[in-house]
């Protein structure tokens, strides 16, 4: 299991699944798609539309694209 990451505050907060650990499959709350007390993420950081998160349950660390907003550019063709 990983160490929290240094950037890791409780006051940058997502509510997005953890594709490692799923804890929320099973709360009522999470499934009506409100904001759950319990089962929130770090929010590192962002690029743009891109979250970098972090699971306080299991510490799994990924990248959500949320497509909100200003959403990066892919390479030029």
Request: proline share 6%.
């Amino acid at each position: 299991m990983l160490p929290l990451d240094p950037q890791a505050d409780i006051g940058r907060r997502a509510w997005v699944a953890c594709p490692n650990c799923d804890d929320h499959r099973t709360c009522v709350t999470c499934r009506q798609g409100r904001t759950c007390h319990g089962h929130w993420r770090y929010l590192l950081s962002n690029t743009g539309s891109l979250l970098h998160l972090q699971c306080p349950s299991c510490t799994h660390v990924w990248t959500h694209e949320t497509h909100f907003g200003a959403t990066r550019s892919g390479p030029s063709s």
